[in-house]
């Protein structure tokens, strides 16, 4: 059976290594902090994800930059300003060890979520490789009941924090790694906003 944890139980599972599902400011994902590599490679299990799909991070601040190891764009840095918190992922270059760590090659997806209390976790537990909590190519779950069911029997997942209902649209994903920049993901975020910010960067 899967636990219903609190934030404190959800801190300490992180801390431990452990994978969780939380409610985001989209739909429930799952995640693993990246200070333990081992966790984040079973997101990849749990969700039967091929290695080659890369895993996004979730940071609490765009400060939290500066101790990654990526490549920040003024451009990367304007978008940022404009959708942070929110649904956007913009992908960055990043170091080939970071980037290996969640199943990427030379860039890594980065977002602020604007959920608060997810943003706590972040902060207490560093960032987070997360994404949609589903097993590969099914539906995001929207509920703690739908995650539990989706995952029920899986002994990778060491339990749920209830956010109540999330079903809010996917964050629209931004690749600025390379010449020129491409929408990877329609999302939350309209392809012609993101591109009159890209213009003036």
């Avoid at 490549?71 to 990043?94: E, K």
């Avoid at 995001?140 to 029997?153: E, H, L, M, N, Y």
Wanted: net charge negative; charged share 15%.
């Amino acid at each position: 059976m899967i636990a219903r944890l609190d934030l404190e139980g959800v801190i300490d599972a992180l801390d431990a290594g452990q994978i969780v599902a939380l409610a985001s400011d989209t739909v429930y994902g799952v995640g693993a902090a990246i200070a333990h590599p081992g966790a984040v490679a079973r997101l990849f299990t749990l969700k039967g994800r091929p290695t080659s799909v890369a895993l996004p991070v979730i940071i609490d601040d765009v400060a939290t930059i500066a101790r990654l190891e990526v490549t920040w764009t003024a451009r990367a840095a304007r978008l940022a300003g404009a959708y942070w918190p929110g649904a956007l992922t913009i992908v960055v270059g990043a170091d080939a060890n970071f980037a290996r760590l969640v199943g990427a090659t030379t860039a890594v997806g980065l977002r602020v979520p604007a959920d608060e209390t997810l943003r706590t976790i972040v902060a207490s537990v560093g960032p987070i490789a997360f994404t949609s909590a589903n097993r590969h190519g099914e539906a995001p779950c929207t509920s703690a009941a739908a995650v539990i069911a989706a995952f029920s029997g899986s002994d990778e997942l060491a339990g749920v924090l209830d956010g109540g209902e999330r079903d809010a649209a996917v964050s629209s994903v931004v690749d600025l790694s390379g010449e020129p920049w491409r929408l990877v993901r329609a999302g939350a975020i309209a392809v012609e906003a993101i591109a009159a910010v890209l213009a003036t960067a």
